[in-house]
């Protein structure tokens, strides 16, 4: 059974245009996070909620906007994609906020 | 300069050999964790710790606070171990993770 998963894998769009990445979770937990590892590998926080309230806004443009419709969902929509958002963009979840996390296994994004 | 340092960037090993990664961090911290990136992309916790040292069975972690340093072992390495090892500091509101820029393991056969 898979933990904590993300669709799609692969998403490959071009500038201007908004898509949507989905992570659900069936571990039970109450925080999910969402994280961008760009080109060079380095990973940074952008968003994280708990029981389905914002906790971390990481300083990111608002054309990023996290929804979580229940405890077990949080997905991460774009407007108006740039070239920029290329990376590879990685859900996670823990039980509170101070705990282990597990990580969904990643949604490449490729903005042309 | 981040927050978070690692050392060595890149790390290549002969099977078997032990194997140390060090992380140095600046900031008041509310828990340390270490992830493993396979190859493949996937990220793995291997441990989050505030004090002292923890083990599973070929890795182990530990954390002095008042140094502000941890380090990441491995005994016995193998060719499976070959991976980013990631180390990330939990801090502030929300207690938000910040990561150092990794350490890349290649450990040769």
């Known amino acids: 059974d898979t933990a904590v998963s993300q669709t799609p894998k692969y998403l490959v769009t071009q500038m201007g245009n908004d898509k949507s990445i989905k992570c659900e979770q069936n571990?039970?937990?109450?925080?999910m996070y969402w994280y961008k590892q760009d080109s060079k590998k380095f990973l940074k926080i952008m968003f994280s909620?708990?029981?389905?309230?914002?906790?971390i806004n990481e300083t990111v443009p608002n054309r990023f906007s996290p929804k979580s419709p229940d405890k077990a969902h949080l997905n991460l929509h774009i407007n108006s994609l740039e070239l920029g958002d290329s990376a590879v963009y990685f859900c996670?979840?823990?039980?509170?906020?101070?705990?282990?996390?597990?990580f969904g296994p990643g949604t490449r994004l490729t903005v042309l | 300069k981040n927050e978070v340092e690692q050392s060595p960037q890149n790390l290549t090993a002969q099977e078997g050999e032990f194997i140390t990664i060090n992380c140095s961090y600046s900031?008041?911290?509310?828990?340390l964790h270490w992830l493993q990136q396979h190859p493949g992309g996937g990220i793995v916790s291997l441990f989050m710790?505030?004090?002292g040292k923890k083990k599973h069975g070929r890795l182990i972690a530990t954390i002095n606070i008042q140094e502000k340093h941890s380090s990441l072992h491995i005994t016995a390495s193998h060719p499976r171990d070959s991976a980013v090892y990631i180390c990330?500091?939990?801090?502030?509101?929300?207690?938000?993770?910040?990561f150092g820029a990794g350490t890349i393991l290649r450990v040769k056969s």
């Open positions: 900031v008041g911290i509310s828990a």
């Open positions: 571990l039970g937990h109450d925080t």
């Open positions: 996670a979840s823990s039980q509170e906020i101070s705990n282990e996390q597990f």
């Open positions: 710790l505030s004090s």
């Open positions: 909620y708990n029981n389905k309230e914002l906790i």
């Open positions: 990330a500091v939990q801090k502030g509101y929300g207690n938000k993770l910040v």
